[in-house]
């Protein structure tokens, strides 16, 4: 099967830093990938995305890097606050069907 | 409101005894999905369907079985739960599978004794 990872299982940073999540993904035929972030209780909720033929795409606060030679994938978060704490998942598309990685918790200290 | 519905959120029940959680969304999407989710494994897709009557096995579709009637809904079917099975599912749609990002329901936790 597809194997998506993190570098990082628990990520903590200061309240007003920016913060980087990465990913290493396995297919290099994967054309989508997409970040998400879930909140404890809740289900995985849409940051932002990407597709194959770019390698960066910015959102409000968030920025998401494709380096498809290496196979890497990492989300870039702005001036951090404390509602970013949660655990944050990268996600690829290899036809059909999505892989995610095992994800990455983001603390976020005052 | 756009939504993604999964019903119980929450089951506790025993080997062997067939269950069905329901998925259901208002948005009109013809992607739809179930995955699992684990502690370590994140979530791994269980069964997709691309429309009505079209659904595909995803990377763990072993003791499931899913089904697509309507466009609204996707319920998931555990005919004979067994206790590795126990785990938090989620169900999630979107418009086209193509650079569309799924939406998700909140969740659905089984416990299979």
Same mark, same amino acid.
């Given at each position: ?108 200290? !005052? | ?37 684990? !502690? ?20 763990? !579709? ?52």
């Amino acid at each position: 099967g597809e194997s998506v990872g993190l570098h990082l299982p628990t990520l903590s940073v200061q309240e007003g830093d920016n913060s980087i999540i990465n990913c290493a993904y396995s297919n290099s035929a994967s054309d989508y990938f997409i970040w998400y972030k879930q909140e404890s209780g809740k289900g995985p909720q849409f940051i932002i995305d990407i597709r194959s033929n770019m390698d960066k795409r910015q959102g409000q606060r968030v920025t998401v890097l494709l380096n498809k030679t290496v196979k890497h994938l990492s989300l870039q978060i702005a001036a951090t606050q404390p509602g970013d704490s949660a655990v944050y998942f990268c996600a690829e598309r290899n036809l059909n069907k999505f892989y995610f990685g095992s994800g990455t918790k983001l603390n976020v200290k !005052p | 409101e756009a939504q993604v519905t999964q019903n119980p959120r929450y089951l506790i029940t025993v080997t062997g005894k067939k269950l069905t959680v329901t998925c259901s969304q208002n948005m009109n999407h013809e992607y739809m999905s179930w995955y699992r989710q684990d !502690p370590g494994l994140g979530l791994r897709q269980i069964y997709y369907s691309m429309n009505v009557e079209v659904t595909d096995k995803g990377d763990v !579709p072993e003791g499931y079985k899913v089904s697509r009637k309507e466009k609204r809904n996707f319920p998931l079917i555990l005919e004979s739960p067994s206790p590795n099975q126990t785990s938090l599912y989620f169900c999630a749609s979107s418009n086209r599978v193509n650079n569309q990002p799924q939406h998700f329901g909140d969740g659905t936790r089984l416990s299979i004794l």
